[in-house]
T-cell receptor, first 113, second 112 residues
Framework: KAGVTQTPRYLIKTRGQQVTLSCSPI?????VSWYQQTPGQGLQFLFEYFSETQRNKGNFPGRFSGRQFSNSRSEMNVSTLELGDSALYLC????????????FGQGTRLTVV | QQQVKQSPQSLIVQKGGISIINCAYENTAFDYFPWYQQFPGKGPALLIA?????SEKKEGRFTISFNKSAKQFSLHIMDSQPGDSATYFCAASKGSGSRLTFGEGTQLTVNP
């Protein structure tokens, strides 16, 4: 069974640009959560999608958004990039997001210059 | 504020020794407490998890001890091996797959 797949693995963007990251969950999983990992702030929850609906949202500005498609694949978008957005962005999939474990992808390393 | 405090920040253990990492949480609504292991360049991998209706759970060399009244839980790695060298994160959530609140992480080094 394939794991969680995140693309691309690495990205370099310029301040002010926008970026879209993609996550394909484990087959059959309907919940996708996104996390930001930085050395200073650690692992922080961004948002969770379940059945194409945002079910939970963390404390990030509106520049961070996401969506989920009918096949459970998810994308997150960051607009007007800032240097502080440089981070490892991790996606986690769970069968239902409530009673089953979350499994992480390898992440997308975003560098903003 | 929903927080999970983790200690120590770093830990050095000799091969064959016991590694112990501790976490404390504040939100009594949390009902799921997993531990994740992360190697450089990889995403966190689920190691072991516990729910508050049990005080201890063991899987191979990894044991979680849970103290509900103290709102603390810990990870014990028995017979630590150099391959265990990684960063370990505790986490907590209400419900197992959604909105994990992570501790700060512990960088474990096991010397051969």
């Amino acid at each position: 069974k394939a794991g969680v797949t995140q693309t691309p693995r690495y990205l370099i963007k310029t301040r002010g640009q926008q970026v879209t990251l993609s996550c394909s969950p484990i087959s059959g999983h309907r919940s996708v959560s996104w996390y930001q990992q930085t050395p200073g702030q650690g692992l922080q929850f961004l948002f969770e999608y379940f059945s194409e609906t945002q079910r939970n949202k963390g404390n990030f500005p509106g520049r961070f958004s996401g969506r989920q498609f009918s096949n459970s694949r998810s994308e997150m978008n960051v607009s007007t990039l800032e240097l502080g957005d440089s981070a490892l962005y991790l996606c986690a999939s769970s069968a239902d997001g409530m009673n089953t474990e979350a499994f992480f992808g390898q992440g997308t390393r975003l560098t903003v210059v | 504020q929903q927080q999970v405090k983790q200690s120590p920040q770093s830990l050095i253990v000799q091969k064959g020794g016991i590694s112990i990492i501790n976490c404390a949480y504040e939100n009594t609504a949390f009902d799921y407490f997993p531990w994740y292991q992360q190697f450089p360049g990889k995403g966190p991998a689920l190691l072991i998890a516990i729910r508050p209706d049990v005080s201890e759970k063991k899987e191979g060399r990894f044991t979680i001890s849970f103290n509900k009244s103290a709102k603390q839980f810990s990870l014990h790695i028995m017979d630590s091996q150099p391959g265990d060298s990684a960063t370990y994160f505790c986490a907590a959530s209400k419900g197992s797959g959604s909105r994990l609140t992570f501790g700060e992480g512990t960088q474990l080094t096991v010397n051969p």
